[in-house]
């Protein structure tokens, strides 16, 4: 008789959203990143985002997924209660990574003006995002590197 009552997790997902449980052979795909605190300023020809992580460890593990990922395409996504509500794609420029003392640094530039306009306008928007609250994950090639809540 119990087991008449378990259902199949999947049949509980909101509708068009797949879980685990509805793709076969595909397990649950976990990501653990670092957090720190991200703060992101303009600069003449597009935006720099600067990620610090309060310890040495989170540290190391944020450089090195910098230094694994960081030739891929850069982008910033702030979830608000778990959904996404500002999501970049820093693709119209050129973005380089260095590591600093306490995380590293994103530099988004581009020599075209319009496109410089949009990874500020992008980079403000997520800015506003992270002031107000949301959860924001920095990622390259979209894999995280690191988040701050």
Known sequence: MSSAVM??????????TPSPSTQPGQGA???VVPRCTIEIEKCKDGCKIHCRCDDDIACATLQNL????AGG?????CQLNGVTCCEC???CGHCKCE???DGCCITCTSGDKACCEMIQSCCEAIAC???NGCCCYV?????PVCCCC
Request: charge should be positive; glycine fraction near 8%.
């Open 99 to 101: 590591p600093t003392e």
């Open 89 to 91: 794609k820093l693709v």
């Open 139 to 143: 990622c390259f090639s979209g894999t």
């Open 66 to 69: 910098c230094r694994a990922l």
């Open 7 to 16: 259902l199949d997790r999947g049949t509980f997902a909101a509708a068009g």
């Open 29 to 31: 795909n976990w990501c």
């Open 129 to 131: 995002c992270v002031k």
């Open 73 to 77: 395409q850069c982008s910033l996504c």
